[in-house]
């Protein structure tokens, strides 16, 4: 997913309108460009000498910025509307909808100085707002807002505006198109990851399969010796301490990886989800989970279960946080507080999102190493399920995200939020952590009443705001915003 770290393109319109002051929109043009520079951000606009001080007014100059769009179509993630004054909203409407990027656009107004508000430099930024949002609703085109009305460009307050942006554009920039790998069937005993295909299609998801059968028949057809084996099982070595692990399971995990690292790349896949419950370790001989681990800390993110809604939720965290998703259940009370669960997987989980540093550390043994699966050995025996990732999630602010299909109503549907993950004393299996959300019982009666499945996504991140937006307004999925829409 180079994606989800690929610096954020935008095409840059500054609104200009003749009864206001000109020269507004020379200064307020450089300020901006300097201000995107230094966010990180690349920028496609108009130049002074393709039009007055580089901004829009009449009909041929917004003919100008939309031609200039259309052949950066590729490049350009967002739009960023500034107005240094009023602006004529007719032609950043008309540039938009001649461009026809179909990304974000955010709209931006100057502060006026209630100390210099002579005719010669009053913007009426504020108003001219306005009319333009006005005038886009009309045109049908979506947009976004800066917390404050109008805002000072150089302020930390616009610069976390433009951030989150930045994240909002990322999301919708990685589902369009976004290809995610089904590797085998849906367990029998979970009904609860079925999901619709054709509703993902019509939001440009495309899915495609791979039996478990055709993975065992390339894995078999590997040689030990082979290139990428051998690179695969270096890569695990150096990603996980494995003392304790039999070296004829490293061996199946490295032919497994390397087989679906081959197939990924074939198809151009850029996540994955794969049966593992129990015909992975009946008629394999390991789990899948620190392949699996690898690839998500490698922001390629990988679900259980063929939970293919699940990937995607992880895939929009990725894309609006640029760190490893992980997928896990809402597994436990903790205690007898109602704000606090405990979350738990197997684990497949990325090792970024463990305890790794000395300050992390509740105890020694919180550190991830790899194992076998507690639970699935019980059926299938220990000998047969090698290869989880355990330890402890590290206390750090977390966004959660489900995303679910409603086959009954046709539409993807969604619900975020943010809490805590917190160091409260806990000793189990797997990968797991004790987390605070605030109103968990209203959260979990909503997923509840709703049908949502019990696996959410997580992302050490707080990115729900980005996210919501980019879901709800740019995506058309039904999304409920935790703590914000009670």
């Given at each position: 997913?180079?994606?989800?770290?690929?610096?954020?393109?935008?095409?840059?319109?500054?609104?200009?309108?003749?009864?206001?002051?000109?020269?507004?929109?020379?200064?307020?043009?450089?300020?901006?460009?300097?201000?995107?520079?230094?966010?990180?951000?690349?920028?496609?606009?108009?130049?002074?000498?393709?039009?007055?001080?580089?901004?829009?007014?009449?009909?041929?100059?917004?003919?100008?910025?939309?031609?200039?769009?259309?052949?950066?179509?590729?490049?350009?993630?967002?739009?960023?509307?500034?107005?240094?004054?009023?602006?004529?909203?007719?032609?950043?409407?008309?540039?938009?909808?001649?461009?026809?990027?179909?990304?974000?656009?955010?709209?931006?107004?100057?502060?006026?100085?209630?100390?210099?508000m002579t005719i010669k430099d009053r913007r009426d930024s504020f108003c001219g707002k306005m009319s333009a949002c006005n005038n886009l609703r009309?045109?049908?085109?979506?947009?976004?807002?800066?917390?404050?009305?109008?805002?000072?460009?150089?302020?930390?307050?616009?610069?976390?505006?433009?951030?989150?942006?930045?994240?909002?554009?990322?999301?919708v920039r990685g589902m369009k198109f976004a290809r995610i790998g089904a590797i085998g069937a849906r367990p029998q005993a979970f009904n609860t990851v079925r999901f619709s295909e054709k509703l993902l299609e019509h939001s440009g998801i495309t899915v495609e399969t791979l039996d478990l059968s055709e993975v065992f028949g390339r894995v078999e057809k590997l040689d030990n010796g082979a290139a990428e084996v051998k690179a695969k099982l270096q890569a695990i070595d150096g990603y996980i301490p494995t003392k304790g692990i039999p070296a004829d399971a490293l061996m199946k995990m490295a032919k497994l990886g390397a087989v679906i690292d081959g197939w990924m790349g074939e198809r151009n896949l850029q996540a994955s989800a794969i049966q593992c419950w129990t015909s992975m370790e009946e008629y394999f001989g390991v789990v899948p989970c620190t392949v699996m681990s690898m690839m998500s800390n490698g922001l390629m993110p990988s679900a259980c279960e063929t939970d293919i809604a699940g990937t995607v939720a992880m895939m929009a965290l990725?894309?609006?946080?640029?760190?490893?998703?992980?997928?896990?259940?809402?597994?436990?009370?903790?205690?007898?507080?109602?704000?606090?669960?405990?979350?738990?997987?197997?684990?497949?989980?990325?090792?970024?999102?463990?305890?790794?540093?000395?300050?992390?550390?509740?105890?020694?043994?919180?550190?991830?190493?790899?194992?076998?699966?507690?639970?699935?050995?019980?059926?299938?025996?220990?000998?047969?399920?090698?290869?989880?990732?355990?330890?402890?999630?590290?206390?750090?602010?977390?966004t959660y995200l489900r995303v679910s299909t409603d086959d009954l109503n046709g539409k993807v549907i969604a619900y975020v939020g943010e809490g805590t993950v917190t160091n409260d004393p806990l000793k189990t299996f797997g990968g797991y952590g004790v987390v605070h959300v605030p109103k968990l019982q209203k959260l979990l009666t909503y997923i509840c009443e709703n049908g949502y499945e019990h696996h959410v996504a997580m992302n050490l991140a707080e990115v729900a705001a980005p996210v919501h937006e980019a879901l709800t307004k740019y995506l058309g999925w039904a999304t409920y915003h935790h703590g914000v829409q009670d």
């Open positions: 997913m180079k994606l989800a770290t690929k610096p954020v393109t935008l095409g840059l319109i500054v609104g200009n309108r003749d009864f206001f002051p000109a020269h507004l929109c020379n200064s307020g043009r450089a300020t901006v460009l300097k201000v995107l520079e230094e966010e990180g951000f690349k920028v496609v606009a108009l130049s002074p000498e393709e039009a007055r001080y580089g901004s829009i007014e009449s009909l041929e100059e917004a003919r100008k910025c939309a031609d200039l769009f259309r052949k950066h179509r590729e490049e350009i993630d967002g739009v960023l509307v500034t107005l240094p004054n009023f602006g004529d909203e007719r032609a950043i409407a008309n540039a938009l909808r001649w461009a026809e990027l179909g990304v974000p656009v955010l709209i931006h107004a100057f502060p006026d100085d209630a100390a210099n009309q045109y049908g085109i979506k947009y976004s807002l800066t917390s404050l009305h109008t805002v000072d460009p150089t302020s930390a307050a616009f610069r976390t505006d433009l951030q989150r942006f930045a994240a909002t554009c990322r999301v990725a894309y609006a946080s640029g760190k490893p998703s992980a997928i896990v259940d809402w597994n436990n009370n903790y205690g007898e507080d109602p704000d606090k669960a405990v979350i738990f997987h197997c684990s497949n989980l990325p090792k970024d999102i463990f305890v790794d540093q000395p300050t992390n550390v509740i105890s020694a043994d919180d550190i991830p190493v790899m194992d076998y699966q507690e639970i699935i050995a019980g059926t299938v025996g220990r000998d047969n399920t090698y290869g989880t990732v355990v330890g402890r999630v590290k206390g750090d602010p977390f």
